[in-house]
């Protein structure tokens, strides 16, 4: 993983000193809450329905062990004991006292981690695939690159202030598990007719009130000119961008208004003034960053490994956790195993300090000593030996992330909702809890397959409605807390938003309307390999609603 410079040491310390200053200004009175606004959120604390919440940004989703020490030691000393890890790869603390704030940004700087960015109008954290440098499928390591475009936008005097917050990913896998389509701009590593790699370019994807697919605004990008027509895109942006409405603002609705056609040929006209210019990018300052994400020290192993064979058919529990925590690695004899942070009942995303000290020590014994964070909200050790398989799973087990759900019903998405957020209309949580604890049956999980459930408190979509193959959305209706269903939504390669079924459900109802969704799945598949997206896909809405609500 990328280490800091003395110019990356130099900018976060000074940094939290400034913020020293302004939280003391505010403690004292000298500031007010509206004046310390805008400076706390340039480092990346929000203030929630009952106290104030720092989100840490950990970059692409990658944490060495003594990162996540460090991460455990701040839910511990400084909050109640836990941390959420968030859909964009960063970690949350949600009980932080405002006058100790400067103290956890000092240490996460000691590790070189920081809050800037993760809040206001800005280019945020840069996220990519969590089996990133891993897995046999990408043509690429994309890492490098989000670490380059990090250090471009960090700071970057031109869009300090962009119209509304804006978020890039990067994959390089034909796999999407890092959403691309559904971000301001999405990035997708691969290699064109010539063998050349490059990338294709999606510009406009995004949720809340209005959720659009984004559309690909340039097929095949050469590498070195990545960071160029990055600028060149948010030029275009920030001088097309509507200021005047925050609901209008982001930058999907420039380009649905315009039309992607007509947007790229603004983005190329800027782009053929400024690609031949400083921000081409230099052969060896890229291998510097690239040498950083140089592969482990792996043994030659070869397969198959006996022992972990016999584990596996001697051992339903294990071969189950195997099933689904449990992926492929580019190199023969080892594999890439997500952690869950669903346990059955459980609040998804959530990690208590023990369980992140178990992560780093078990990534120590394991993994080199990294660990990534996922979009699902899960964690991942990227390189296990298959042969230490089963010594881990029973760790895991013991700390109770070996719920074996990767990808499955339960393997729910969830914002904080009505439990802390100041702008939400309902709970998530609980309706999270209580939708795994009606489909507590493993041996049904595995029947149902892939099903991909993702639940949003208010219409602002932090916990991607849109995109769940089930999608859940709290709505407020006369004062009561109701719940829209959405089917057919998708955040991978084959990105779709969902449609909204009918009338909303109570509190009470929700849970019931999901299961009678999940049975007509069940009933109306052609065999046990199509999947609910499959299903959907081919039959459409009406069977659903006719079962949600009696009609078609």
């Not at 290699?191 to 659009?212: D, H, L, Q, S």
């Not at 807390?481 to 909204?500: F, H």
Request: glycine share 8%; with cysteine; proline share 4%.
């Amino acid at each position: 993983m990328y280490r800091y410079d003395h110019y990356d040491k130099t900018l976060v310390k000074e940094r939290v000193r400034e913020f020293r200053g302004q939280v003391e200004r505010r403690v004292s009175g000298e500031l007010s809450e509206e004046e310390f606004k805008p400076l706390r959120l340039m480092n990346g604390l929000y203030l929630q329905l009952h106290a104030y919440m720092l989100r840490v940004a950990i970059p692409y989703g990658t944490l060495s062990s003594k990162q996540m020490r460090v991460l455990a030691h701040i839910a511990r000393r400084y909050d109640k004991g836990y941390g959420h890890f968030t859909t964009r790869q960063n970690i949350q603390y949600n009980w932080p006292k405002l006058a100790e704030v400067p103290d956890i940004l000092d240490e996460l700087a000691d590790v070189e981690m920081h809050a800037i960015q993760t809040s206001g109008n800005v280019i945020r954290n840069v996220t990519t695939d969590q089996f990133a440098g891993a897995t046999a499928e990408e043509v690429e390591d994309p890492r490098p690159y989000a670490e380059l475009i990090r250090q471009w936008s960090s700071l970057h005097p031109e869009f300090s202030f962009l119209p509304r917050k804006f978020k890039i990913a990067v994959t390089a896998a034909p796999q999407d598990r890092a959403a691309v389509r559904w971000h301001d701009i999405g990035l997708i590593l691969k290699a064109n007719e010539a063998g050349e790699v490059g990338f294709e370019v999606i510009v406009g994807g995004g949720m809340g009130r209005t959720p659009f697919v984004g559309p690909t605004i340039r097929d095949f990008l050469p590498k070195e000119h990545l960071l160029s027509y990055l600028e060149a895109i948010l030029r275009v942006y920030n001088e097309y961008g509507r200021r005047d409405n925050k609901y209008k603002a982001r930058i999907k609705i420039l380009v649905f208004e315009k039309g992607a056609e007509e947007f790229a040929k603004d983005v190329e006209a800027e782009w053929e003034r400024i690609k031949d210019g400083d921000l081409k990018l230099p052969e060896g300052e890229f291998e510097r960053i690239k040498a950083f994400f140089a592969d482990p020290n792996y043994e030659t192993i070869s397969e198959p490994v006996a022992a972990y064979e016999k584990a596996r058919l001697a051992d339903r529990e294990f071969a189950d956790w195997l099933a689904t925590n449990v992926a492929a690695h580019k190199k023969p004899g080892y594999a890439m195993v997500t952690l869950s942070l669903k346990p059955h009942g459980g609040i998804p995303g959530d990690a208590t300090d023990a369980q992140m000290d178990a992560a780093a020590d078990l990534a120590d014994q394991f993994s080199f000593g990294e660990i990534r964070v996922t979009h699902e909200q899960n964690l991942v050790l990227p390189h296990v030996r298959k042969a230490d398989l089963y010594e881990l799973w029973h760790t895991l087990d013991a700390h109770g992330m070996a719920t074996p759900n990767v990808g499955l019903l339960t393997d729910i998405i969830a914002c904080p909702g009505l439990d802390y957020c100041a702008l939400a209309n309902s709970r998530s949580i609980p309706i999270a809890q209580r939708i795994a604890q009606r489909f507590d049956d493993l041996k049904k999980l595995h029947d149902i397959g892939e099903l991909k459930i993702k639940i949003s408190g208010c219409i602002n979509a932090c916990g991607h409605h849109h995109a769940g193959h089930i999608g859940i959305l709290g709505v407020d209706k006369k004062g009561e807390e109701m719940y829209q269903v959405l089917l057919g939504g998708s955040g991978a390669e084959d990105a779709s938003a969902g449609k909204i079924t009918g009338r909303g459900f109570s509190e009470a109802g929700i849970i019931d309307a999901v299961e009678t969704v999940v049975n007509t799945y069940l009933a109306r598949r052609k065999s046990k390999d199509e999947t609910f997206l499959e299903t959907y896909r081919r039959i459409g809405m009406d069977p659903f609603k006719e079962a949600l609500y009696g009609t078609g």
